[in-house]
């Protein structure tokens, strides 16, 4: 069975930093693209930060750019998003995905159409 399970979500003040983890199993985690996304109450869900499976290409939402950081570990079968800077409009339940079609990692993160879904973890940033 394909599973996502998304861990790191807390409480964290304005400027501090959080690294998320998302621990796959039931596949082969190098040949799936990975998606983060979030969700903020009553706001549609957003792609946050995409990698590829081959290339190492990434790609990062505007809002999150030079302050988080996706990458992998086939090996430890693990996808992280380091997080820093935060601000309280980060806040959110954050959501890892899985796709192994091949789709460019920008269309990974407009289209929320990936096959496997995590249940999410959630992030707090508030003083």
């Known amino acids: 069975q394909f599973q996502l399970v998304e861990s790191g979500g807390g409480l964290v003040q304005p400027g501090g930093s959080l690294r998320l983890s998302c621990a796959t199993s039931g596949f082969t985690l190098a040949y799936y693209t990975i998606a983060w996304y979030r969700q903020a109450p009553g706001k549609e869900r957003e792609g946050v930060s995409c990698?590829?499976?081959?290339?190492?290409?990434?790609y990062y939402a505007e809002s999150v750019k030079g302050r988080f950081t996706i990458s992998r570990d086939n090996a430890k079968n693990t996808v992280y998003l380091q997080m820093n800077s935060l601000k309280p409009e980060d806040t959110g339940v954050y959501y890892c995905a899985a796709d192994g079609r091949g789709f460019t990692v920008q269309r990974m993160c407009i289209m929320d159409d990936s096959n496997y879904w995590g249940k999410g973890t959630l992030v707090t940033v508030s003083s």
């Open positions: 990698i590829s499976n081959s290339d190492g290409s990434t």
